[in-house]
């Protein structure tokens, strides 16, 4: 799987929209982005996927570039409690294990 | 989403005895399901993958003897550390991911062990 290049820390001003950037320059045409994000002593949390087009859920929405090198996870309206590790992910296509990076730790600021 | 329940989310047990903990997948059908281990401070670090029915694939460097894995139904598979020591003490995670949940792949809310 393609190796992801993140930010390890960004603050955002609550209710501003946090943009967590992720660089993913070798991704191949068969492998999708994934993005989870980790609370203290928590599981990550499923946020969103996307292959090639941009994705939108009730969470966030996922910009992948034209070429797919870079993607960005898009929170519209920050809150306290998305303060967490965000996990921007690489998974091929026939495997379903993942392997995480550091992330970044985004602190929402009130 | 799909839940996935892990039980318990804190144990604590003297050195030298065994613990189990139990991955659950509550709403569908887990073909593979993968644990994880996290260290303080650092990312989760794939362990072991187990497909149901099938004996668990373990990743380099991760004792197969020491961490137990069965996977024998569709929606639960157990660890079980044995013999435990201090330096297993960490937070344990499992994934699940069943064939109905386009591509998502959902994860337990972890299991902290402390062997004393």
């Known amino acids: 799987d393609a190796k992801t290049t993140q930010p390890p820390s960004m603050d955002c001003a609550e209710g501003r929209a946090a943009n967590l950037p992720c660089n993913h320059s070798t991704i191949s045409g068969n492998e999708y982005v994934y993005w989870y994000r980790q609370i203290h002593s928590q599981g990550p949390q499923y946020i969103i996927h996307g292959l090639k087009n941009n994705e939108t859920n009730e969470m966030a929405s996922l910009i992948i570039t034209e070429d797919r090198k870079s993607s960005t996870l898009i929170l519209p309206h920050a809150t306290l409690r998305d303060t967490a590790v965000y996990y921007c992910?690489?998974?091929?296509?026939?495997?379903?294990?993942?392997?995480f990076g550091k992330g970044t730790k985004l602190s929402v600021i009130p | 989403g799909a839940v996935v329940s892990q039980h318990p989310s804190w144990v604590i047990c003297k050195s030298g005895t065994s613990v189990k903990i139990e991955c659950r997948s509550l709403?569908?059908?887990?073909?593979?399901m993968f644990w994880y281990r996290q260290f303080p401070k650092q990312s989760l670090m794939l362990m072991a993958t187990?497909?149901?029915?099938?004996?668990?694939?373990?990743e380099q460097g991760v004792e197969k003897d020491k961490f137990l894995i069965n996977h024998a139904s569709l929606t639960l598979s157990t660890l079980t550390v044995t013999s435990a020591h201090p330096e297993d003490s960490s937070f344990y995670i499992c994934?699940?991911?069943?064939?109905?949940?386009?591509?998502?792949?959902?994860f337990g809310s972890g299991t902290q062990l402390s062997v004393l």
């Open positions: 187990s497909n149901e029915g099938s004996k668990a694939t373990y």
């Open positions: 994934s699940a991911y069943g064939t109905d949940n386009n591509e998502k792949l959902f």
């Open positions: 709403d569908f059908q887990a073909t593979t």
């Open positions: 992910i690489v998974r091929g296509a026939g495997s379903y294990q993942l392997t």
